[in-house]
């Protein structure tokens, strides 16, 4: 009796294993157990989640130098595709000019001769420079997602356990091959495109102004528009992007950890469960991409009509001035030329802007993995004394708990 006291009194100071005097406890415990798997799959760069499309272009710093040479090349190629109009509407010129003699008719053929030759001989140029800039450019896209992909594989193998603990292995390798392809194609092939059509624009705009400033101001009185808009675009754009990629990490954590467990899987008939799991992840991802689709399909439509109804004012104005102005009939073909040419400069651009959007909401994860510090020191270099044989360990006050579990205790 007297033992059975004593355990009583012993087991009366005891904290009970389970706890059911209510919900706040546990809620409260849930919600510090998810704190703690936020910082720990986070770390210190929660900050660096929002990360702009300059931080992209920095991968590319290393290669700044062959950059520099296909952009030379890139001005090249977009001067000579702007310059084809200018001759283009030189021969309409001489051919619907006053010619009515014999020596006139072959004056008016012999320029229309040499001003082929030279359209040539720009066409020749112009070639050399494109493939020279998709040439470089390409490379170059090569380099930067290599060096990416193992400056990110260094980061995270240096990571502490517990971080590997609350992160997704299938996520980790979603981020290492897909994310890091498409900043690749945003930080360098897209780059080109997008310098290509920027310079076109540029360059034809300035030939624009030159044949007439007037269908010129005319022709931008739409951008105001367009640039709110598209603004705002960008902004949803990029952050459908973020969670359309998350979604597919998931996805592919799921089927990574099902295909490295199926004899688990298999052993308690999970088949049907795990295929429900990765097709729910799945259909997330398509949700997301055909909302993403509507919205870039909208954006394109109201851009190909803002363009168009821009094109068609500068004709009928146009029209106008040559009947009853100083354009010629060659300027006016020059200037529907030139405008036809920016148009589908911006007209890429804008869907370049939309792939450096989404790229921009892919590195968003992969940015702060590669800022997140690691909560595990460096390895040291000091070495146990050569001259003792023997040493003592004490241990005193051990305690231990999971880091994505701080609050349930292991051993104490």
């Known amino acids: 009796m007297a033992r059975g006291a004593g355990n009583r009194a012993l087991s009366s100071e005891r904290t009970p294993l389970l706890v059911t005097n209510g919900t706040d406890d546990k809620r409260i415990t849930l919600e510090q157990n998810n704190a703690s798997v936020s910082d720990l799959e986070h770390g210190d760069a929660v900050q660096a989640a929002n990360v702009g499309f300059c931080r992209i272009l920095r991968l590319a710093r290393p290669e700044a130098g062959k950059l520099a040479i296909a952009t030379v090349a890139l001005l090249v190629a977009s001067t000579t595709n702007i310059l084809v109009p200018k001759y283009g509407g030189k021969i309409i010129d001489i051919v619907s000019g006053h010619v009515k003699t014999q020596e006139e008719k072959a004056e008016a053929f012999n320029a229309i001769k040499n001003t082929i030759v030279e359209i040539l001989l720009i066409v020749v140029i112009g070639s050399i420079a494109t493939a020279l800039r998709a040439w470089w450019f390409s490379s170059t896209s090569e380099r930067v997602v290599a060096r990416l992909r193992k400056n990110l594989f260094r980061h995270l193998i240096q990571q502490e356990i517990a971080f590997f603990d609350v992160t997704r292995t299938g996520e980790l390798l979603s981020r290492l091959s897909e994310d890091t392809q498409i900043i690749k194609n945003a930080a360098t092939t897209n780059l080109s495109e997008a310098l290509r059509n920027l310079t076109t624009a540029l360059i034809g705009l300035g030939f624009m102004f030159q044949t007439s400033w007037k269908l010129t101001l005319l022709a931008l009185a739409v951008v105001p528009v367009i640039s709110v808009g598209v603004r705002k675009f960008g902004r949803y754009v990029r952050e459908l992007s973020h969670r359309t990629q998350a979604a597919a990490a998931v996805a592919a954590s799921i089927a990574e950890e099902s295909f490295g467990a199926v004899r688990t899987v298999r052993s308690f008939a999970q088949e049907d469960y795990e295929s429900s799991r990765y097709a729910e992840k799945v259909d997330e991802t398509l949700k997301l991409g055909l909302k993403q689709a509507m919205v870039i399909g909208f954006f394109a439509g109201g851009m190909n009509a803002a363009s168009t109804l821009s094109v068609v004012t500068v004709v009928i104005y146009g029209a106008y001035l ?91």
Request: proline share 7%; charged share 15%.
């Open 322 to 412: 040559t009947i009853y102005g100083p354009m010629t009939t060659g300027d006016l073909t020059s200037f529907i030329l030139y405008s036809l040419t920016v148009g589908s400069s911006v007209s890429s651009l804008s869907g370049l802007y939309t792939t450096a959007m989404k790229a921009a909401g892919a590195s968003r994860r992969v940015f702060q993995l590669l800022d997140r510090v690691s909560g595990m020191p460096k390895p040291g270099n000091k070495c146990p004394l050569h001259d003792q044989e023997e040493g003592e360990v004490e241990i005193n006050d051990v305690w231990f708990a999971y880091p994505s579990r701080p609050n349930n205790m292991v051993l104490q």
